[in-house]
């Protein structure tokens, strides 16, 4: 495997402990969150190129949160998303990866799960539910790039491992808040699951590091990666309350393709404008 896609966010980052002060620009300790998310995608970088990877496409998935002066130098930045999805995933990859990924919406004993906002209750595709994680994966299968490794907390690695069998996944922190938040409207929901327990950020990018050279070796031999995907296909997207915003569900449909599907529905609902009755 010569040529990886690599996506990140940042509230999957070891040492990262909430969203308001460390993943929003204007957070105080958004630049030491930048620090830590691009250490931590150096050290893939550096395991996917000791088993033999030499080109590296990094998707900046949070929106600023990759320092491109700290990024190693073998790697390309990408930053923005004007072309939705596949994000400019193509066949000419050989692979995709995941750095700092965060566990979907309605997931126990996550650390500040999500699916896109805190306003997302729950998507699924053909009954299966999937977060941003999921439905790039899905992307991938669908252009026969294999998704070989992922890190994150806890239970983002399990979600990856039931949706993918076989990717090697790396856990830097754990969440230790219980129930998935059902009750909750948005702004309830971004408060509760903000409790975690860290490893250190040295070790967690040795373990990445480790795991990602891992990864690719273990991809030469092993025929993981790929999600069976059987057409047609059906989204089904629901919406916490969020403001003046009730909750609602969104759906869409495509005969054959899950990124056709991904492209036509729209991300969110129309808002309400709390100046009109």
């Known amino acids: ?42 050290a893939a970088i550096e395991g996917f190129a000791a088993a033999g990877a030499v080109e590296f ?92 490794f992922g890190s994150g907390d806890r239970a983002f690695c399990s979600e990856a491992g039931a949706l993918v069998p076989g990717i090697e996944a790396v856990e830097v922190k754990r969440g230790i808040t219980p129930g998935r938040g059902d009750e909750c409207d948005a702004a309830q929901y971004a408060a509760r699951n903000t409790s975690a327990i860290h490893i250190h950020p040295v070790r967690a990018r040795k373990l990445i590091r480790a795991g990602a050279e891992r990864a690719v070796r273990r991809a030469a031999g092993e025929p993981f990666g790929i999600i069976p995907l059987k057409p047609p296909f059906e989204m089904i997207k629901h919406y916490r309350p969020n403001g003046a915003n009730p909750a609602t569900t969104l759906t869409g449909s495509h005969p054959t393709s899950i990124i056709a599907l991904l492209k036509a529905i729209p991300i969110d609902p129309p808002r309400v404008d709390k100046g009109k009755s």
């Not at 969203?19 to 150096?42: I, K, P």
């Not at 390309?76 to 000419?92: F, H, S, V």
């Not at 595709?125 to 999921?134: A, D, L, Q, R």
Request: glycine share 10%.
């Open 1 to 42: 495997m010569k040529k990886i896609y690599i996506m990140t966010d940042a509230e999957g980052v070891a040492g990262v402990m909430n969203s308001l002060d460390w993943c929003y620009a204007n957070g105080r300790y958004f630049d030491v969150c930048r620090e830590l998310l691009t250490f931590e995608v150096n």
């Open 57 to 148: 496409l990094v998707h900046d998935g949070h929106g600023g949160a990759i320092d491109p002066l700290r990024l190693d130098e073998r790697a390309e930045l990408m930053r923005g998303m004007p072309q939705g999805y596949p994000y400019l995933l193509d066949r000419t990859f050989d692979a995709i990866a995941w750095v700092g990924q965060h566990a979907m919406s309605r997931t126990e004993y996550a650390h500040l799960a999500h699916t896109g906002s805190m306003a997302k209750f729950e998507y699924t595709i053909n009954g299966t539910p999937v977060g941003e994680f999921g439905q790039l994966a899905m992307c991938a299968s669908e252009l026969g790039v294999r998704s070989i």
